[in-house]
């Protein structure tokens, strides 16, 4: 897990590993406490599919050390500082691992009604060596930097996630801007709305073959060469609703900051998203319609039925007995 803002950064009860709970649900019960902003790490390892489908309905095996527990942990709220109800997790961590495997757990969750925000991450230096900063969070923020109000950021979802080759700043639906007013916009009926941002990327001028071609599951997992639109100085923003991509715009990528915008009819209750794909992804906006809650997908719902299940078969033996009925 990434437990950002703790207050004490040793779990009671001992200074080594081996007294930590075995339970995520329970470490991030004691987080939350002291107000932090949690979420899985490496969240693609574990969650393995042969597929290059996005979403795809295949349960993976759920038996690594990414964001499994998600599953589980995503449906509870646990008391904050003020004893209120908040999320248990705020966000999922992106590009560091396969990005079909980390986006597909998250699509799926946003599907059944879930708002779980997404966050960069490098996991330095035991997946990438080179250097911090491979998978970024840029958060918009209000006057000078400031690391608790970063991530108050990434509770809210005011960023995207990105390589760092490519942009995708000042994204709205409508009048509501990512991350502001909860990014919620409501409707009240079915109607076209308008998606505006400001975007950007840069290739090289020569492209890469032999990264173009590479297995997605092989490094670099995000890597705006792999967006490149065949030998063109060019690549694709497009925007997502409930996980699938309704309408594409190409840009070229030379570096220069550009506005796009798209016209989408949205007849239910979504999410809303923009991505180049792997290389930058925002948060959603959520547009209800007629004061309804998004449920998207019903397949979703039963892929996330099943992922429990799976979880639940191989994580049993690894939780300490005295959390084990708690955990079921």
Partial sequence: LCLLRLKEEIYPGGDSKDHWPTLCLNTLR???????????????????????????????????IGANEYIV?????????????QP???????????????????????????????????DFPCIYGERVGLGRSYVK???????????????????????????LMEFKVNDVALGE??????????????????VAARLNELPNPTLQKLDYAK??????????????????VEVIVNGYPVAKKTIV???KLQAVSFDITINRSSWVALRILPSSHTNPIFVLVNGKPIRASRRSAEWCLKGVDQCWLQKEKLINAKELTEAR
């Avoid at 597929?51 to 295949?58: M, R, S």
């Avoid at 396969?98 to 779980?116: A, C, D, I, K």
């Fill in 30 to 64: 004691w987080a939350k406490q002291q107000g932090s902003v949690c979420g899985p790490a490496h969240s693609g390892w574990g969650l393995e599919v042969k597929t290059t489908d996005l979403p795809n309905y295949i349960v993976p095996p759920f038996n690594g």
């Fill in 73 to 85: 942990d995503v449906t509870h709220e646990l008391p904050g500082p003020d004893g209120k109800l």
């Fill in 88 to 122: 248990a997790v705020d966000f999922l961590s992106m590009v560091d691992t396969p990005y079909v495997w980390e986006l597909n757990m998250w699509y799926h969750s946003l599907n059944v009604g879930y708002r779980t925000r997404v966050s960069g991450e490098t």
């Fill in 141 to 167: 923020l209000d006057g000078k930097l400031d690391y608790d109000q970063w991530c108050e950021g990434i509770r809210q979802g005011r960023n995207y996630v990105s390589d760092g080759k490519s942009h």
């Fill in 181 to 198: 007013k909860g990014s919620e916009l409501r409707l009240s009926q079915p109607s076209t709305v308008k998606l505006t941002a400001r």
């Fill in 219 to 236: 490094k670099p997992y995000w890597d705006i060469e792999r967006a490149r639109i065949a030998d063109t100085g060019e690549v694709p």
């Fill in 253 to 255: 990528a030379d570096g």
